[in-house]
């Protein structure tokens, strides 16, 4: 049975590792979303080579270029609509954008973010977390809204912090957690099992319920 593949345009700032992750998964006839555009506002980001590399197609899009974030953000949504984009996933695209762009993508665009949020919004996530003395982190992938990592979550993944951890050590072992969470969450809502009511998701899937996690081990 050919199941219908939600068009996604996949936005970079560097090497991408999440846009590698999602576009491995989409090789997969039964993913429900096609990468139909890597676009990037870095020209030099490395994700846009590797993505090349794999016949998928690419864009750069300098925001330097650009007076101000309006004109970048109509030349970026041109882009979009040439490829006939369905829907945006942000891969560590690190540009803010306006509210107007955010609105028109609404329940349209997700991120990726390297924190349970709603703590550590922002950068230097892993930093703030130790400096914090938390013993469990994560990542979280959610529908974007103007205010910056704030929007109905899809889902989350949670790792434990170790004793002995320092930010590059944290750091790799969420984004590991990242590499699988990202895929699976934008399975679910090209897949059409996430439905947003009001500001929260509701989700129509059934997965099995793990086990809890303890940091330190009981």
Not at 19 to 41: H, T
Not at 175 to 196: D, F, I, M
């Amino acid at each position: 049975m050919t199941i219908k593949k939600v068009r996604t345009a996949i936005l970079i700032s560097g090497r991408g590792s999440n846009m590698q992750a999602l576009a491995d998964a989409a090789r997969d006839d039964d993913y429900p979303a096609e990468i139909v555009l890597i676009a990037s506002n870095r020209p030099d980001a490395a994700g846009l080579e590797w993505a090349k590399a794999r016949g998928l197609p690419t864009l750069a899009i300098d925001h330097k270029n650009y007076a101000n974030r309006e004109a970048f953000e109509e030349a970026l949504q041109n882009a979009l609509a040439s490829a006939k984009t369905e829907l945006v996933a942000l891969a560590g695209f690190m540009r803010l954008m306006t509210a107007d762009f955010v609105e028109h993508w609404r329940d349209r665009m997700i991120n990726i973010h390297p924190s349970l949020l709603p703590s550590f919004k922002g950068l230097h996530t892993h930093e703030r977390a130790l400096d914090a003395g938390v013993k469990i982190a994560g990542c979280t992938v959610h529908f974007v809204r103007p205010k910056m990592d704030e929007g109905p979550i899809i889902g989350q993944a949670a790792v434990p912090v170790l004793s002995g951890d320092d930010p590059d050590t944290l750091a790799a072992r969420v984004l590991a957690a990242e590499h699988r969470l990202y895929p699976a969450s934008l399975k679910l809502v090209t897949g059409g099992q996430v439905r947003v009511e009001g500001e929260k998701t509701v989700i129509f899937h059934n997965s099995n319920v793990s086990s809890p996690i303890y940091s330190p081990g009981l």
